[in-house]
């Protein structure tokens, strides 16, 4: 049974990759730059919700707050960018620092609670970020900071090619999914998912939680601040909105629906939410009062998301 799952899964995550690496040739055949750019946009989001995932599903940690390392991660790209840095070996390793250092921070304060104090500590935080970026009148303030040149890599990739771009965040998005499939079958991650399981146990046996804990808080925001960088140079342009706790709670949902705990879950969560938010939004304006209870029954009677759904149906 449990390898009948398992290859359940293995299909699933390979569907999607072969999708999604064949998606360019799909493009220039059917002469669609949009699905190009849509799809630009899912696989980004892929990689923020894949690292919420890290935390989330693995390490029990409930953070509502994420979406502050995407701003963080574009903030960093688009003032370099403002003050005539233009090079992307330094703008990515500063918005990679930079949300490292914010996670540090957050994780060393909100990981001394539990529960609805944990939520609300890395909600509180990440308003706080989104009120800073709103009051930084030199670079848009409210309005936004517009990047007019994509981060340069000396010729060894062109961000302006919608193709080269596309493979760059796909790229990223992989290598993402590899680190925490990685971490989360080593040592550390084991430790990790056993805190989750049972935090007084573990101590009790002479794990310290905590630092655990950090360490893997602090990996989840940086990865989430790539995507953060990944995101100002797809839009070109980077605003406190990035950061809202509403877009934490739509990570959260893509966690949810595509399967905490799963490694291609977030993917498969990512590509469902923004297809369907994209497809009904061209249907409606009103089209959250449709996505909000199209998404409550999906958590409700998909217990385990897409990929636990897919897993009971393989075994019946």
């Not at 104090?117 to 706080?128: D, G, K």
């Amino acid at each position: 049974m449990m390898k009948t799952r398992l290859n359940a899964g293995h299909l699933v995550a390979v569907l999607a990759v072969a999708g999604l690496l064949a998606l360019p040739l799909y493009s220039a055949l059917s002469g669609n730059i949009f699905v190009l750019t849509l799809f630009t946009r899912i696989v980004i989001m892929a990689l923020a919700a894949a690292s919420l995932n890290l935390i989330m599903g693995y390490g029990g940690m409930m953070s509502f707050g994420h979406a502050a390392y995407l701003g963080i991660g574009g903030y960093a790209v688009g003032i370099l960018a403002q003050e005539g840095i233009g090079s992307g070996f330094i703008q990515f390793p500063v918005a990679l620092l930079a949300s490292a250092l914010f996670a540090l921070v957050i994780g060393a304060l909100s990981l001394r609670t539990r529960g609805v104090y944990f939520i609300m500590i890395t909600l509180a935080f990440a308003q706080m970020a989104y009120y800073v970026a709103s009051g930084l009148a030199r670079y848009g303030g409210d309005d936004g900071l517009t990047i007019y040149k994509r981060s340069d890599f000396s010729g060894l990739i062109n961000l302006s090619s919608r193709v080269q771009f596309y493979y760059l965040c796909l790229a990223c998005l992989l290598l993402t999914v590899f680190l925490i499939w990685r971490i989360v079958n080593s040592r550390f991650g084991m430790v990790v998912r056993g805190l989750r399981s049972n935090e007084q146990r573990m101590q009790a046996i002479g794990f310290p939680a905590k630092r655990y804990q950090l360490v893997c808080f602090v990996i989840a925001g940086t990865l989430c601040g790539l995507a953060g960088a990944l995101l100002a140079n797809n839009t070109d342009f980077v605003s406190p909105a990035v950061m809202y706790w509403t877009r934490s709670g739509d990570l959260m949902v893509m966690v949810i629906l595509g399967g905490m705990a799963t490694l291609f879950g977030p993917v498969v969560g990512a590509i469902v939410y923004l297809l369907l938010e994209e497809f009904l939004s061209q249907i409606t304006e009103y089209w959250a009062l449709i996505m909000g209870p199209l998404l409550l029954l999906i958590v409700l009677f998909g217990r385990g998301g897409i990929m636990g759904v897919l897993g009971r149906l393989s075994r019946g």
